[in-house]
């Protein structure tokens, strides 16, 4: 029904183009028709494929059933968000209750771990309470080890030299953090987290690395998104959610890579 439901003003916003055509080769004078197509249908197409769909898997992670999936297939999208790829994952879920069912579901993935979400893994999810078919990847959940509110989770097993890349990522990033928390040049600014996914590595048995896709809000400048990594306790994961707004501290002369959390607001 939802998406369903989009194709009025893709309709809509393709009418406007194809007016603003028509329009311009009549006269001249309502040239204004074409910037407006172009205008709705360009936010159209964005709503449909980013921001729609980032709004409900926030409400399906504050609302849906807690439950576990394991991958069974994963699948290029060609979408790819400051780097990082979009997979699709065919996933089995087990709700806490009923009989387990095959979906599919949109995820973005580190382009330094790909296979993060790679077939058997074992994954925790949200369930859309409104549409079972509709699941979210609850990325803390996972990190934390609880997949259908059960303890002890551990995901999909990874050798030692995986293990040994994400650590040196993790204390790599740990140093950037201290230089530039350090560093009497470095700038305050906001952001907000757009996607988060656990780096498979663990810190004196209470903390995960994670990464986090976060899109910065400079004053006087344009927002962007880059990738920030760092070591979070595990009673304070909620706290990282997606949606969540958290200030930072940059390197102003490069503040993409150089930028670290400070805090959550």
Request: hydrophobic letters at 40%; zero cysteines; aromatic letters at 6%.
């Amino acid at each position: 029904m939802q998406k369903k439901a989009w194709i009025i003003p893709i309709v809509i916003s393709v009418g406007l183009l194809g007016y603003g055509i028509f329009a311009i080769t009549q006269n001249p004078n309502d040239a204004f028709w074409l910037p407006i197509g172009i205008t709705s249908l360009t936010f159209s197409i964005l709503w449909v494929t980013i921001f729609q769909p980032m709004l409900r898997n926030r409400r399906i992670l504050k609302t849906g059933e807690s439950a576990s999936a394991r991958v069974l297939q994963m699948f290029e999208t060609g979408v790819t968000v400051n780097d990082s790829p979009m997979v699709k994952l065919e996933v089995e879920v087990t709700p806490q209750r009923g009989s387990t069912y095959v979906t599919t579901t949109r995820v973005l993935v580190s382009r330094l771990n790909p296979m993060m979400y790679g077939p058997g893994t074992i994954v925790a999810v949200k369930i859309d309470p409104r549409d079972s078919m509709q699941i979210v990847i609850d990325p803390q959940a996972t990190a934390m080890g609880i997949a259908g509110g059960a303890s002890g989770f551990s995901g999909q097993h990874v050798d030692s030299r995986r293990n040994e890349a994400m650590s040196e990522l993790i204390a790599e990033a740990n140093k950037i953090r201290t230089e530039v928390l350090d560093s009497p040049t470095s700038k305050s600014a906001v952001g907000t987290i757009v996607s988060s996914w656990p780096l498979d590595v663990t810190v004196n048995n209470d903390a995960v690395g994670m990464e986090f896709l976060v899109e910065v809000e400079i004053p006087g400048e344009l927002p962007f998104k880059t990738e920030i990594k760092g070591v979070v306790a595990s009673n304070n994961l909620a706290k990282y959610s997606i949606g969540r707004r958290v200030t930072l501290k940059y390197d102003p002369a490069d503040p993409k890579n150089r930028i670290t959390i400070s805090g959550v607001v």
